[in-house]
């Protein structure tokens, strides 16, 4: 069929257009066949325009005569969009049930330091905004990254039969105290040789996170480094679990365990499931931040020590975290329950078994921390990190 221009589909339609109206059903179905077999344009469309449902020539666009867009008006207007990103990047790029859950405490924390000027209206509109519009407004600047990274763990099998085995689900998560262990590998694309390694503590109840870096993976360094997180846990520690790498299986843990009365269990071999606490916050707390390179070196090490004495406060006070409570099968779906985000501080001031003292303590903590700060100072540690690490 050879194509005809604009102007003269135009002129065959407003040929037709008249007697259209006046013919009979099976008429207008001829008139309809014959304009679409000479312009190329669908049946509907065609009816469409004869019977001046669409208009022939587009009306001029002026002040006076603005294009309307069709639907409902934007209720968030571009400042409200521009604040809502700003505070996304501010809270580590959370989720949407994630950041409307944070979003109070936040902006609590920005208007104490004078780190903000947003309106009245825009300050009422982050208030209110529900979850799913959070990600719809976002949907569009927000990128995937996927990595994937290298195990260095060593089983440690000296002990196995002495340390029982704790399933995912087994100890009781209402009570603080009780916590998952792991190290993370700093060793870039090989495991030779010596690297720092992150020790993540993480505790089931509240995801209160302690991460502490190691020069290397020996017994010694991660018990003292293991030491050095049970004085800053803000609850006394009851319980230890971890995988079976010989830096956590070995005599020296275990004895410990023993005099203090603190529960030490081990999960299944080649079952991250079992550790699932703290192999969510490896990936959220650890990797987000400090990346898959290499470092080596007491240089770095206090670098990326100093890097997690602020992370920890930002982390743990300012970023919301959900949590399971139960898990269903229906068939081949698996429904599952969460409870509403809330940062660990939240859920340990909330917690019975917290001595008020302490709750006291936190309070204060909270009340000196500016968030804007942190990540500056989190920022420029970290440009410190990357001029440290070992390229391959």
């Excluded at 002040?63 to 209720?75: A, D, Y």
Aim: hydrophobic letters at 35%.
């Amino acid at each position: 069929m050879t194509k005809i221009s604009m102007k003269s589909r135009q002129e065959i339609i407003k040929r037709y257009s008249a007697k259209y109206k006046k013919s009979s059903k099976k008429e207008k179905g001829q008139i309809l066949d014959s304009i679409c077999l000479s312009t190329g344009l669908s049946r509907d469309r065609v009816k469409k325009l004869l019977s001046g449902r669409i208009e022939k020539t587009a009306a001029p666009v002026s002040v006076s005569n603005p294009i309307k867009k069709r639907g409902r008006k934007p209720k968030y207007d571009n400042r409200t969009r521009v604040a809502l990103r700003r505070l996304w990047a501010l809270m580590d790029f959370a989720c949407g049930r994630r950041l409307a859950a944070g979003m109070e405490d936040m902006l609590n924390a920005l208007l104490r330091f004078d780190e903000i000027e947003f309106d009245k209206q825009t300050l009422e509109n982050l208030q209110k905004i529900s979850p799913a519009t959070i990600d719809r407004l976002l949907k569009h600047v927000k990128n995937s990254m996927n990595f994937k990274g290298i195990s260095a763990t060593k089983p440690g099998t000296l002990l196995k039969r002495d340390i029982p085995i704790r399933l995912g689900t087994q100890w009781d998560d209402a009570v603080p105290g009780y916590v998952e262990v792991d190290l993370v590998a700093h060793c870039g694309i090989t495991t030779a040789g010596e690297y720092i390694n992150t020790l993540n503590v993480t505790d089931i109840y509240s995801g209160w996170t302690e991460t502490a870096a190691v020069v290397n993976k020996a017994q010694k360094h991660v018990f003292e480094a293991l030491m050095t997180v049970k004085e800053r846990l803000p609850f006394p520690l009851l319980g230890i679990d971890s995988d079976n790498g010989s830096e956590f299986i070995n005599n020296h843990l275990f004895r410990y365990c023993k005099q203090e009365n603190i529960c030490f269990t081990r999960s299944r071999a080649n079952k991250k499931n079992d550790n699932c606490y703290v192999e969510q916050k490896n990936w959220s707390v650890v990797r987000r931040n400090t990346g898959y390179d290499r470092y080596e070196g007491k240089e770095a090490l206090r670098v990326m020590n100093e890097y997690y004495e602020l992370l920890r406060l930002y982390t743990n006070f300012f970023l919301p975290s959900a949590k399971l409570l139960s898990k269903s099968r229906g068939g081949a779906k698996i429904r599952k329950k969460y409870e509403p985000p809330q940062t660990p501080y939240k859920r340990l001031i909330s917690s019975s078994y917290i001595e008020k003292d302490e709750k006291k303590h936190l309070n204060e903590i909270w009340l000196t921390l500016n968030p804007v700060e942190l990540k500056r100072g989190m920022m420029k540690l970290l440009d410190q990190l990357l001029k440290l690490r070992i390229k391959s």
